[in-house]
Each structure stands twice: as structure tokens, then as C-alpha cells.
């Protein structure tokens, strides 16, 4: 089987940089592709901006920080994919564009074992492994966010995923990034997301009633449920576009109307309100919160 050591990734926002960090950091080569070099410019910064936040809590050496960074290669061009034995693709949760890097991705990658893993929230792994020849060779590794703190990984095996694919992503996933790994079924929203999107949505909707502030339903929750975060800052963290985009491939799956994306999270997505990442969302990033 042989272990994995040349690792790519597409897409550097708040989870590819996230993964690509924790590769590094386990001592893998890694290779990051961006859509421009800006992008790319971002999603280095954001890589060694965690990377000294773990040296300032002492969870990293000064040493073991730039060993990280220099295994890490950022690029515009995927055909720097070609010697990678495993590739986790992490841009937009957008299927158009996901299925078009998955076809460039099986032109592209040379070793006829190497796998084509997806970071996608809620898009089915068969559709992606369909835009391949070969299918057998694609899983889903769902990370969390932040990847570097969060302990969790689903496994999403699609019906044509091979065994030892899956084996070999679940052992890269545990043995080598040191996650807990649960197996998920190839339906939107695998575990997590089919209970938490529903959650967040509802708080939302609670909002757009005028029901309550955010505050109140934050602190609702984290003080009278024991949740590190609220359900609004925690739509903040994780990207109002990628909340709806996720629950719209939910909504198109289950037709069920607890996923359909209610209109204010449509409005703020419109507004360009994507939350922390956008410096604004239910809450104000701006004056440094
Ligand atoms: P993001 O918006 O922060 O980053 C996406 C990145 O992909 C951007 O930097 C963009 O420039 C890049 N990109 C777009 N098209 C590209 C292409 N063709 N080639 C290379 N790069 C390209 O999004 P985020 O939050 O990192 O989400 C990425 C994926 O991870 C999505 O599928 C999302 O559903 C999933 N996900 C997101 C979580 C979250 O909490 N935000 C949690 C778990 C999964």
C-alpha cells in the first residue's frame, strides 16, 4: 500500500489552507493550487498566521514552524499535481466548477493508485468520481473548521469506492493527520451537516422573525446549552455563501423544507454579508471582534 507522502490541494480559502496546514505539519509534501496568485498570496498568509499562533501557544517549535512552511508549494498551475498520491479538493461547494477540476484532476494525476479525495459539504462523491475514469480511485474526507483544532473527518465512500481507497484515505486521515474518522453515507449533508445546517437555518429563520437578536440567541445557546459558539456566529465562521450553498444542495436532495436557505440568508449572501471572512455577517468583524 506504501504510505502517502506527496499530498495536493486545490483551493486555499478557510479549509484548503487549513489542510494543507496540517499536511505539512505531518511532515508531508504538499502542493497548493490556487485560481490566481492573489488567492494563492491569501492562502499562504492565512497557513503561517496559524502557524505562529501555534508557536505563541506553545504547541509548535520556531524549527518545526518553518519545516511546515517549507514543504508547502503554492501555485496557479494543477499540472504541479502530477506526482501527488492524494489530492483533496477544497474549493467553492459549487458542482460546476468541482466537476470540472475532478476532470482536470484525472488528466492530470500520473500514479494510477493516487487518490481523489473532496472536502465538499454536502455535494454527492458519485457525481465527482463520475466526472473521472476512475471512480474507484475517488472518497470524500470532509474536514472541519478550523482544520487545525477540529478533531473530526467523515468518510464518504461513494458506491464505486474502492476498498482499498478507502482504507488507505481513512488510515492517511487517522494515522497521519492524528483525526478521529467517522464513516458517513454518500447523501447531502453526510452526518454532521444533516443535523447542523438544519440548526442553523432555524436560527436564521429565528432572527429574520424577529424573534430574537443573534446575541440573545447565541448567548442562548452557549450559556443554556454548553455550546462553544452560537448558531450565528458560528454561520459567521463558516461562510454565509457556504451555509447556503450547502443547504441548497440539501434543499435540491431531500426537498424538505427545513434545508431551504431562508430569504435573509439569501439577501446577506447577495449583500456580499459571507461573515468572518468578508469582515461582516450577523456580526461585525471590523473594528477587530
Ligand atoms: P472558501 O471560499 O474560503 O475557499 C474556496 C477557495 O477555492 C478560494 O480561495 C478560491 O479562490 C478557491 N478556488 C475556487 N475555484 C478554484 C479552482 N478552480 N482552482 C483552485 N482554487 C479555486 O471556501 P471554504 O470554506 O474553504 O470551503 C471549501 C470547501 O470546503 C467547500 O466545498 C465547502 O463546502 C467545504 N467545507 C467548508 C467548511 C467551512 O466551515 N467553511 C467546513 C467543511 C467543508
Not at 473548521?145 to 482504507?167: D, F, H, R, Y
Amino acid at each position: 500500500m506504501g504510505d502517502i507522502t506527496r499530498i495536493g490541494v486545490i483551493g486555499a480559502g478557510l479549509m484548503g489552507s487549513g489542510i494543507a496546514e496540517v499536511a505539512a505539519r505531518a511532515g508531508r509534501d504538499v502542493v497548493v493550487v490556487e485560481a490566481n496568485a492573489a488567492a494563492a498570496d491569501a492562502g499562504r498568509e492565512r497557513i503561517e498566521k496559524s502557524l505562529a499562533r501555534g508557536v505563541e501557544k506553545g504547541k509548535l517549535s520556531a524549527e518545526d514552524r518553518d519545516a511546515a512552511l517549507g514543504r508547502l508549494t503554492f501555485t496557479t498551475d494543477m499540472e504541479a499535481c502530477s506526482d501527488r498520491e492524494l489530492v483533496v479538493e477544497a474549493i467553492a461547494e459549487n458542482e460546476a466548477l468541482k466537476l470540472e477540476v475532478f476532470g482536470k484532476l484525472d488528466r492530470i494525476v500520473q500514479s494510477k493508485d493516487a487518490i481523489l479525495a473532496s472536502n465538499t459539504s454536502s455535494l454527492p462523491i458519485m457525481r465527482l468520481a463520475m466526472a473521472t475514469q476512475r471512480p474507484e480511485y475517488v472518497v470524500g474526507l470532509h474536514f472541519f473548521n478550523p482544520v487545525p483544532v477540529q478533531k473530526l473527518v467523515e468518510l464518504i465512500p461513494s458506491l464505486l469506492t474502492g476498498e482499498e481507497t478507502a482504507k488507505r484515505a481513512e488510515a492517511f486521515a487517522s494515522e497521519v493527520l492524528g483525526k478521529t474518522v467517522i464513516k458517513a453515507p454518500d447523501r447531502a449533508g453526510f452526518v454532521v451537516n444533516a443535523l447542523l445546517v438544519p440548526y442553523l437555518l432555524s436560527a436564521i429563520r429565528m432572527v429574520e422573525a424577529g424573534h430574537a437578536t443573534p446575541e440573545d440567541i447565541d448567548n442562548g445557546m452557549v450559556l443554556g446549552c454548553a455550546h462553544p459558539m452560537g448558531p450565528l456566529r458560528l454561520t459567521d465562521l463558516v461562510g454565509l455563501d457556504t451555509t447556503m450553498a450547502v443547504a441548497e444542495s440539501m434543499y435540491a436532495e431531500y426537498k424538505e423544507p427545513l434545508y431551504a436557505p431562508p430569504p435573509l440568508l439569501r439577501r446577506m449572501v447577495e449583500a456580499g454579508l459571507y461573515g468572518k471572512k468578508s469582515g461582516r455577517g450577523f456580526y461585525d468583524y471590523t473594528r477587530g471582534e
